[in-house]
């Protein structure tokens, strides 16, 4: 079983920049992918980005601006946010998997309880 534990949300400007970390605990050793979910009000929870075997991807709405990556020593996932806009304001949820290269919410097998990301226009 895996424990994560999401941080690092808050209130930011457009433009602005914030980096939410992961924090994974308990038996984390068949977790291969990694991955960031938001979800706005009103709207079903979204893929953003996964880490996984060392390769990254990402959604086109965030690709360039959304940095993931992963601290083993640490056992943290972070993903940084830069040129933040109000389309971005949501939950960001953190999952593991213990599948490959997945993007699907049903693939994850653990999930952090949400940080809230709000950006102002």
């Known amino acids: 079983q895996v424990q994560l534990v999401e941080s690092g949300g808050g209130l930011v400007q457009a433009g602005g920049s914030l980096r939410l970390s992961c924090a994974a605990s308990g038996r984390t050793a068949n977790t291969i992918t990694m991955g960031w979910f938001r979800q706005a009000p009103g709207k079903e929870r979204e893929f953003i980005a996964y880490i996984s075997l060392g390769t990254t991807y990402y959604v086109d709405s965030v690709k360039g601006r959304f940095t993931i990556s992963r601290d083993n020593a640490k056992n943290t996932l972070y993903l940084q946010m830069n040129s933040l806009k109000p389309e971005d304001t949501a939950v960001y949820y953190c999952?593991?998997?213990?599948?490959?290269?997945?993007?699907?919410?049903?693939?994850?097998?653990?999930w952090g309880q949400g940080t809230q990301v709000t950006v102002s226009s």
């Open positions: 999952a593991a998997s213990s599948f490959y290269y997945v993007r699907s919410t049903a693939s994850y097998n653990y």
